[in-house]
């Protein structure tokens, strides 16, 4: 070949293989971000931050909170502009155990009344029905779930009957290994304490949850409901330890935490030991006129839940956690305040996930985004009275774990 030809062929060799690469250079860079939410407000008290900037998220997790992501560094993009972009929401007590539980809901169907993306089972199931909670329910929701075991082995499937009428069905040491052997998503141990519910037992049953905590670990909490409580609340308020739970902290039931206007000294107590006082408004759960004294008594909640379930759902006090959180939102608290009670506040009792109820970077991509509507607005309680505002939260979108509900649609469909 003459020396002129091989010139010509090494030639074209050379820009052969000079050709990929030059398109690869060439070749727009791969999105650094799987969804970028822009130009909302971001509301994280977890950083006591509030202003405009624009959210990345990258394979589940928080990636970046910057001024502004352009729309094309994500795969997906949602626009938040004139909206709240608050860490996923975050309720401590409802009840998300459908076909077992005779009042349990599917989570993820609440998803667009509640942008809630994390949901705590509130002793819908016992050391009975527990596993099936969490292979058939938690397991395949998109919604994050924990639960608390009920210290009654038939936890609420015998609703309307008060599952602590037998007190054989407090069963210590079942409900002990239940949560023992859950401890990932198991927080300890559910009994509810009102006079239908107990019967004559009294407050054995709270005895027998707390003995079964105390065997579990030091970690296992008692999420404790009050009613219409039978005997003496001072009672009940005292047995209970730093780290337990005391929901339906307002209910206007009966014997409870405000009596002739006036919080009970036992409740203080209990708070100042560092006993949760959970909302918890349900169906029947939430008085104007005991948590309003309460409040000013220095007996405020320190986390705001829905207890929502099938019954409660239908109720005129509508307990959806952004409607309930907006009741305290006129109501002696500010915005931030309401969202720190509905995001890190819970998440940090739950303490399994890192990150969680925050938009810190590295934290799980979860995000309520909602709309503060301003306009004259009438809340009723669980008794019927009726407190008016000028501002309500509603849902807009969520996206638990960097996947939106609704649109935009992932490819491949699926989630964590």
């Given at each position: 070949?003459?020396?002129?030809?091989?010139?010509?062929?090494?030639?074209?060799?050379?820009?052969?293989?000079?050709?990929?690469?030059?398109?690869?250079?060439?070749?727009?860079?791969?999105?650094?971000?799987d969804l970028v939410i822009r130009g909302g407000e971001v509301l994280d008290p977890s950083q006591n931050l509030r202003?405009?900037?624009?959210?990345?998220?990258?394979?589940?997790?928080?990636?970046?909170?910057?001024?502004?992501?352009?729309?094309?560094?994500?795969?997906?993009?949602?626009?938040?502009?004139?909206?709240?972009?608050?860490?996923?929401?975050?309720?401590?007590?409802?009840?998300?155990?459908?076909?077992?539980?005779?009042?349990?809901?599917?989570?993820?169907?609440?998803?667009?009344?509640t942008a809630t993306t994390t949901y705590v089972s509130a002793g819908d199931a016992g050391a009975n029905t527990f596993?099936?909670?969490?292979?058939?329910?938690?397991?395949?929701?998109?919604?994050?779930?924990?639960?608390?075991?009920?210290?009654?082995?038939?936890?609420?499937?015998?609703?309307?009957?008060?599952?602590?009428?037998?007190?054989?069905?407090?069963?210590?040491?079942?409900?002990?290994?239940?949560?023992?052997?859950?401890?990932?998503?198991?927080?300890?141990?559910?009994?509810?304490?009102?006079?239908?519910?107990?019967?004559?037992?009294?407050?054995?049953?709270?005895?027998?949850?707390?003995?079964?905590?105390?065997?579990?670990?030091?970690?296992?909490?008692?999420?404790?409901?009050?009613g219409n409580a039978p005997g003496d609340i001072s009672e009940l308020l005292g047995l209970l330890r730093p780290g337990?739970?005391?929901?339906?902290?307002?209910?206007?039931?009966?014997?409870?935490?405000?009596?002739?206007?006036?919080?009970?000294?036992?409740?203080?107590?209990?708070?100042?030991?560092?006993?949760?006082?959970?909302?918890?408004?349900?169906?029947?759960?939430?008085?104007?006129?005991?948590?309003?004294?309460?409040?000013?008594?220095?007996?405020?909640?320190?986390?705001?839940?829905?207890?929502?379930?099938?019954?409660?759902?239908?109720?005129?006090?509508?307990?959806?956690?952004?409607?309930?959180?907006?009741?305290?939102?006129?109501?002696?608290?500010?915005?931030?305040?309401?969202?720190?009670?509905?995001?890190?506040?819970?998440?940090?009792?739950?303490?399994?996930?890192?990150?969680?109820?925050?938009?810190?970077?590295?934290?799980?991509?979860?995000?309520?985004?909602?709309?503060?509507?301003?306009?004259?607005?009438?809340?009723?309680?669980?008794?019927?009275?009726?407190?008016?505002?000028?501002?309500?939260?509603?849902?807009?979108?969520?996206?638990?774990?960097?996947?939106?509900?609704?649109?935009?649609?992932?490819?491949?469909?699926?989630?964590?």
């Amino acid at each position: 070949m003459p020396p002129s030809s091989r010139r010509a062929v090494l030639a074209g060799g050379a820009a052969a293989l000079a050709a990929p690469f030059s398109a690869a250079a060439q070749a727009p860079a791969a999105p650094r971000f799987d969804l970028v939410i822009r130009g909302g407000e971001v509301l994280d008290p977890s950083q006591n931050l509030r202003a405009r900037r624009d959210l990345g998220i990258r394979n589940a997790l928080v990636a970046a909170v910057e001024p502004e992501i352009q729309a094309a560094a994500g795969r997906q993009s949602i626009d938040a502009a004139g909206k709240l972009v608050c860490p996923g929401l975050v309720d401590l007590h409802a009840h998300v155990y459908p076909e077992v539980s005779a009042i349990g809901l599917p989570a993820d169907e609440l998803v667009p009344w509640t942008a809630t993306t994390t949901y705590v089972s509130a002793g819908d199931a016992g050391a009975n029905t527990f596993s099936l909670f969490r292979h058939a329910v938690a397991a395949r929701a998109r919604t994050r779930l924990f639960g608390f075991v009920h210290v009654s082995s038939i936890g609420l499937a015998g609703f309307p009957v008060g599952e602590m009428l037998n007190i054989d069905y407090a069963a210590v040491e079942a409900a002990a290994k239940t949560v023992t052997e859950n401890r990932d998503i198991c927080l300890g141990v559910k009994v509810r304490i009102s006079a239908d519910v107990v019967g004559g037992n009294g407050l054995e049953p709270l005895r027998r949850a707390i003995r079964a905590a105390e065997m579990a670990g030091p970690w296992a909490k008692v999420m404790c409901h009050i009613g219409n409580a039978p005997g003496d609340i001072s009672e009940l308020l005292g047995l209970l330890r730093p780290g337990d739970i005391l929901t339906h902290a307002f209910s206007g039931a009966g014997n409870n935490t405000v009596q002739n206007g006036r919080v009970l000294p036992a409740a203080l107590d209990a708070k100042r030991r560092g006993v949760v006082v959970d909302v918890g408004h349900g169906g029947g759960s939430f008085d104007y006129t005991v948590f309003e004294p309460a409040r000013d008594g220095g007996f405020g909640p320190d986390t705001i839940s829905s207890d929502l379930h099938a019954v409660s759902g239908n109720t005129p006090g509508m307990p959806f956690l952004p409607w309930v959180m907006s009741k305290f939102l006129n109501n002696g608290y500010t915005l931030e305040q309401v969202v720190e009670m509905a995001t890190v506040k819970p998440a940090r009792v739950i303490d399994r996930v890192e990150g969680l109820g925050t938009l810190q970077v590295g934290a799980p991509g979860d995000v309520s985004i909602l709309e503060l509507v301003r306009e004259p607005v009438e809340f009723v309680d669980t008794r019927n009275n009726r407190r008016s505002g000028d501002r309500w939260l509603k849902p807009v979108q969520t996206v638990k774990a960097g996947r939106p509900f609704g649109r935009p649609f992932p490819v491949p469909f699926a989630w964590p």
